[in-house]
């Protein structure tokens, strides 16, 4: 007598388990880490490039720009908002083109990932290398030309507001204006000559107050020359706040101005952001 074996029944496949919005923007910022961390022209060209403009300077102008005040110290507040600038608006405003003209952005478009964990890995990795490049430049200016940290939590607090408001301004700037760019070549030519204007115009390369009245009234439209201006409050002693334009480091329209900003990024890239190139359709 011989029986038939049935064979047992396969267990139903457990279903995929679904990552939490938080879990896939985290996600998404670590493949944005990964990659700007891949790429070693943009590593050294953001990451070194203002350290490497600290140690020039210092090197070449060493006198006071008023009491108790070297034009290193003075220098290097520019700097750090100009590594700000050049992680948020100059460098998403060179990468995104390139995305876009390899197809990377039409094919995020096709997949079910929401539109939204594509941006929210663009500003964790902005968040990310700014922190990490800021903290090397701070580490810089301590152990080699004697920059004194804040001594007050308002100082820190003014220093946190001041970044995180400038960051986002720029972030949002640099993702409007990499529509400019008709292919992956022309995003450079299009950010970089801007950017390097407004680092001669905002008070990074020279004392603002010796620009022409003409050249700070054009700069006082755009961030930097508040961001610039916001972070020499936290690092400059309070007295050479008599040595800005209006007299005092107005941080009221400090903040004012960089929220306005944020607000007119966020307005441009909502109405400007492309997906494909003008080729694709």
């Not at 006198?63 to 100059?90: K, N, R």
């Not at 876009?100 to 539109?115: A, E, H, I, Q, W």
């Amino acid at each position: 007598m011989t029986a038939t074996m049935k064979p047992a029944p396969r267990a139903a496949a457990a279903p995929a388990r679904r990552r939490g919005p938080a879990a896939l923007a985290l996600r998404q910022g670590r493949l944005e880490i990964t990659q700007f961390l891949r790429s070693r022209e943009s590593v050294v060209f953001t990451m070194g490039f203002p350290v490497i403009m600290i140690l020039i300077f210092a090197a070449i102008f060493s006198d006071e720009i008023a009491p108790g005040v070297s034009y290193t110290q003075y220098f290097i507040t520019g700097m750090i908002a100009t590594g700000l600038m050049t992680v948020s608006f100059q460098n998403l405003g060179i990468w995104i083109p390139i995305e876009r003209d390899r197809g990377v952005l039409k094919r995020y478009r096709g997949t079910p990932m929401p539109k939204w964990v594509w941006f929210a890995g663009k500003v964790l990795m902005v968040v990310a290398i700014g922190v990490a490049e800021t903290v090397l430049l701070l580490a810089v200016s301590v152990a080699l030309f004697d920059l004194d940290l804040p001594g007050t939590a308002a100082k820190w607090l003014t220093f946190g507001w001041v970044s995180v408001l400038g960051v986002t301004a720029c972030t949002l700037c640099g993702i409007a204006i990499s529509s400019l760019a008709r292919t992956a070549r022309s995003g450079s030519a299009v950010v970089t000559p801007v950017a390097l204007v407004l680092q001669f115009i905002s008070g990074v390369f020279f004392v603002f107050t010796e620009l022409p009245s003409w050249m700070q009234q054009v700069a006082a439209i755009f961030p930097l020359k508040w961001m610039c201006q916001g972070l020499r409050s936290v690092f400059l002693p309070e007295s050479f706040g008599a040595q800005e334009p209006a007299g005092s480091f107005e941080l009221g329209r400090v903040a004012l101005v960089l929220a306005v900003w944020c607000a007119v990024g966020l307005v441009l890239c909502l109405t400007t952001f492309r997906w494909t190139t003008k080729r694709d359709g």
